[in-house]
């Protein structure tokens, strides 16, 4: 008897028997409260309500630069902040103009676009690292649009200055369009719209529009004539049209480009080698925009070697215009994508630095910034920004303080336009096109994602893949929401196959773990314990759940709690309830990976609770998440289907209470007997 405890049970068996709570029990144990649901005029109130502490709140909210400039320290952040500032607006300049060439539009409306987004991100943003303004890949999706007003302009003879002129016009009522959506969304809330747009859809996409870039530089770089190509693999029939001019290159082009290239690739290798030596990393693109200049003044280039050049750069800001809109209809998805990806990557780059400065960045509050700088921008002739990856590493090896330096580079950049802009009339487009080049090495090297991808997730990798290839071959608008509608196939597809698992008890402790992964993790007799890894939806419900019904099955063959009957007096005296006597195995249901189930799901969920009775199998959910529980009980399936007491707050109480209610062994029931 020395075996047996005073509740008739093996110690054996009391490893597993303490207190097992179901989930009414808990609520009372735990003092549960329940939430009140406030009805939607209940809700509007409670926003509308205004008092003085709130109004505060709002406005700093609103307005982030009233929450720092007070306390901002002259003396402890003024030095680094105008450094930075003055080093930023300095790289403002070259790629502002590369960028405006990007984009189809005359190089001075780059320089707009690095001057008035400034200021409205210093008053409006929230991250302190940040270089808001124009942006290499957001400048290509505007080409894109921008090259069809070329194509129409050589149907019918118009001057070049009206094709221009009409590309500006494209231009700015896309970057418009493009705030006003993203304004939009951040009324609607809808600050996380882009946790769509996965990393491997964004970094395969911009690999591609890096490519694409570069390959619509060589007849700049090489002096080839090359006509702009739109619609299906523009990409391709631009090299096509480079290889078949190669005899027509232009000697003073390819010369310029050649040493350019020299001098900053050479100049980037020595800051790389030299960073930990020099306190600010050398502008070699400034050098070569004037040592360019100079000697294209100097030797004539335009006019003796046909090298082409910038061109007139009025003095003077823009005056501010309220867009057509003409063509709003023509223009909302090229607008659409502009604004997800420039928030996309705005997004990515302030949590970089914010987690690496320990600082906080508001997703929303910038997507409000953004949508502003691009709105307002489009009033003064700017085209869509966003944050340019280099010009934000560049403050933050200087070691910027605040939002204080996006003004300072505004200031330069004003001068810029004021006093000096007419110096660069003569610079050659050559030296442009090879520092947009140059720079895109960072966004050619993600190839190598490749590599990575093939080890941890293939399926990643397919994205990658596909976004790349639908980017190169479709529009740079129509490649984006192509990769980004296979990624959401993946997703369904993850979640379709989904599948359950069987937990065993690892010996010693409340842990249950998959037994095909664990040796030491055994089921417990007569209990099938199962978890399922994902959301159950319309999509995978009768997989998951005919895959429950055929483990059950087999459960109950393979893992049965090993009744006997026997008229035994002494069994007499344990006799199980009605209940017990009914049911001979149980089913626990492990849902704390489960984080919604549509109507399908829970129907089923009901179907599978009566054909299991039948059966003699009892179930039970354990860990059920709050929102998934409300569900049930709103769909009537609790308490129609399941009481509440085969609810429980983890699978070791579910088990605990299958264990009481199953019916024992004759050896336990008849432990004098098991002795002898």
């Known amino acids: 008897m020395d075996s047996v405890d005073r509740n008739g049970l093996p110690h054996y068996r009391q490893s597993y028997l303490a207190v097992a709570l179901d989930e009414a029990q808990l609520d009372v144990l735990g003092q549960r409260v329940e939430k009140k649901s406030l009805s939607f005029l209940e809700r509007v109130k409670a926003q509308c309500w205004c008092s003085g502490p709130r109004l505060k709140s709002f406005l700093l909210g609103f307005l982030p630069v009233l929450s720092w400039l007070p306390r901002y320290s002259i003396k402890e952040n003024a030095i680094r902040d105008v450094v930075s500032g003055v080093s930023v607006g300095i790289m403002h300049l070259p790629q502002g103009m590369a960028n405006a060439m990007l984009a189809g539009v005359p190089p001075v409306f780059g320089l707009y676009t690095s001057l008035y987004p400034l200021i409205i991100y210093f008053i409006f943003g929230t991250s302190r690292h940040l270089s808001i303004g124009t942006f290499a890949v957001l400048a290509i999706m505007i080409g894109s649009v921008t090259a069809n007003v070329e194509l129409l302009g050589n149907g019918i003879e118009e001057s070049q200055v009206d094709v221009e002129a009409a590309k500006v016009n494209v231009a700015v009522q896309l970057t418009f369009l493009c705030g006003l959506i993203q304004l939009?969304?951040?009324?609607?809330?809808?600050?996380?719209?882009?946790?769509?747009?996965?990393?491997?859809?964004?970094?395969?996409?911009?690999?591609?529009?890096?490519?694409?870039?570069?390959?619509?530089?060589?007849?700049?770089?090489?002096?080839?004539?090359?006509?702009?190509?739109?619609?299906?693999?523009?990409?391709?029939?631009?090299?096509?049209?480079?290889?078949?001019?190669?005899?027509?290159?232009?000697?003073?082009?390819?010369?310029?480009?050649?040493?350019?290239?020299?001098?900053?690739?050479?100049?980037?290798?020595?800051?790389?080698?030299?960073?930990?030596?020099?306190?600010?990393?050398?502008?070699?693109?400034?050098?070569?925009?004037?040592?360019?200049?100079?000697?294209?003044?100097?030797?004539?280039?335009?006019?003796?070697?046909?090298?082409?050049?910038?061109?007139?750069?009025?003095?003077?800001?823009?005056?501010?215009?309220?867009?057509?809109?003409?063509?709003?209809?023509?223009?909302?998805?090229?607008?659409?994508?502009?604004?997800?990806?420039?928030?996309?990557?705005?997004?990515?780059?302030?949590?970089?630095?914010?987690?690496?400065?320990?600082?906080?960045?508001?997703?929303?509050?910038?997507?409000?910034?953004?949508?502003?700088?691009?709105?307002?921008?489009?009033?003064?002739?700017?085209?869509?920004?966003?944050?340019?990856?280099?010009?934000?590493?560049?403050?933050?090896?200087?070691?910027?303080?605040?939002?204080?330096?996006?003004?300072?580079?505004?200031?330069?950049?004003?001068?810029?336009?004021?006093?000096?802009?007419?110096?660069?009339?003569?610079?050659?487009?050559?030296?442009?096109?090879?520092?947009?080049?140059?720079?895109?090495?960072?966004?050619?090297?993600?190839?190598?994602?490749?590599?990575?991808?093939?080890?941890?997730?293939?399926?990643?990798?397919?994205?990658?893949?596909?976004?790349?290839?639908?980017?190169?071959?479709?529009?740079l608008d129509l490649g984006l929401a192509v990769a980004a509608v296979f990624s959401l196939l993946t997703f369904i597809y993850r979640t379709q196959h989904s599948s359950t698992v069987v937990l065993g008890r690892i010996p010693g402790t409340d842990c249950y773990k998959d037994v095909g992964l664990y040796t030491e993790a055994k089921q417990v007799p007569g209990v099938t314990i199962l978890s399922c890894s994902s959301p159950i939806y319309f999509a995978n419900s009768e997989l998951v759940f005919t895959e429950i019904r055929e483990t059950v099955s087999r459960g109950q063959t393979e893992n049965p709690a090993g009744v006997h009957t026997s008229s035994s007096s002494s069994s007499s005296s344990y006799s199980s309830s009605a209940e017990t006597l009914k049911h001979t195995h149980c089913l626990v249901l492990d849902l704390s990976s489960v984080n919604f189930m549509d109507s399908v799901a829970m129907t089923a969920l009901c179907k599978v609770v009566e054909n299991l009775g039948i059966q003699g199998v009892s179930m039970f959910l354990a860990s059920c998440p709050e929102r998934v529980l409300s569900q049930l009980q709103t769909q009537s399936c609790i308490p129609d289907s399941l009481p509440s007491s085969c609810l429980f707050p983890s699978v070791h109480h579910a088990v605990q209470h299958c264990l009481r209610i199953l019916p024992r062994p004759l050896e336990e029931i008849n432990p004098e007997a098991s002795e002898c």
Request: charged letters at 10%.
């Open 184 to 475: 939009l969304l951040y009324l609607l809330r809808g600050g996380g719209v882009c946790r769509w747009l996965s990393d491997p859809v964004i970094r395969g996409y911009t690999t591609a529009a890096g490519l694409h870039v570069i390959a619509l530089q060589l007849p700049l770089i090489t002096g080839i004539p090359a006509q702009r190509h739109t619609g299906l693999l523009a990409s391709a029939w631009t090299l096509k049209d480079v290889l078949y001019g190669v005899t027509s290159a232009v000697p003073g082009a390819l010369l310029v480009s050649v040493v350019s290239m020299v001098i900053l690739i050479g100049g980037k290798i020595l800051n790389e080698r030299f960073k930990n030596k020099l306190p600010v990393a050398i502008p070699w693109e400034l050098i070569l925009i004037v040592l360019g200049t100079i000697v294209s003044v100097q030797m004539d280039l335009a006019g003796q070697h046909r090298v082409q050049v910038v061109g007139h750069i009025p003095s003077g800001l823009s005056s501010p215009v309220l867009p057509s809109l003409s063509q709003a209809r023509e223009l909302f998805i090229p607008a659409l994508s502009t604004a997800l990806v420039g928030f996309s990557f705005l997004t990515a780059m302030g949590s970089v630095f914010a987690h690496k400065h320990g600082y906080r960045v508001d997703s929303s509050q910038d997507l409000l910034a953004l949508g502003l700088c691009n709105t307002i921008g489009g009033l003064f002739q700017c085209f869509a920004v966003s944050c340019s990856f280099s010009r934000s590493m560049v403050q933050d090896s200087i070691g910027v303080k605040s939002q204080m330096a996006g003004l300072v580079s505004a200031l330069v950049i004003l001068t810029i336009l004021l006093k000096i802009g007419h110096f660069f009339e003569q610079l050659p487009k050559a030296v442009l096109a090879v520092i947009i080049a140059v720079n895109l090495q960072g966004i050619v090297a993600q190839i190598k994602d490749v590599c990575v991808l093939w080890k941890s997730d293939r399926l990643d990798l397919l994205v990658w893949v596909t976004s790349l290839i639908s980017t190169l071959v479709f529009n």
